[in-house]
């Protein structure tokens, strides 16, 4: 069973950092790209960090890129996204995703938000003092 959850979320200071991590049960990280999306209130989902292919490609959207770094751990099936140099910027719900990358690229399935076909419930970030 294709399954992801998240977890690592919580309250932080600005500036300290934090490491997230999704659990992808049943996926593998060769046919798959596993996405870290955010969403913040009031505001559209956007993409965070993204990893997948044989290669282990990554892609990180503006947002991300200098801060986060997304990783893998194949015998746990575990994706990580650690979060470095926090704002309160950063504060929304982070969710994994996932979709097969047979038909795309690790890039466009970063860039686009809602397509993804398998999600995990979330995990809060609140980044506050």
């Known amino acids: 069973q294709l399954q992801l959850a998240e977890s690592g979320g919580g309250l932080v200071q600005p500036g300290e950092s934090l490491r997230l991590s999704c659990k992808a049960s049943g996926f593998t990280l060769d046919d798959f790209v596993i996405m870290w999306f955010r969403q913040a209130p009031g505001k559209e989902r956007e993409g965070v960090a993204c990893i997948g292919g044989k290669e282990r490609t990554t892609f990180y959207t503006d947002s991300a890129k200098a801060r986060f770094t997304i990783s893998t751990d194949d015998a746990k099936e575990t994706v990580y996204l650690q979060m470095n140099k926090v704002s309160p910027e950063d504060t929304a719900i982070y969710s994994c995703?996932?979709?097969?990358?047979?038909?795309?690229?690790?890039?466009?399935?970063?860039?686009?938000?809602?397509?993804?076909?398998?999600w995990g419930p979330g995990t809060q970030v609140t980044v506050s003092s």
């Open positions: 995703a996932a979709d097969l990358l047979a038909l795309s690229t690790v890039q466009a399935l970063c860039e686009n938000p809602y397509e993804a076909d398998y």
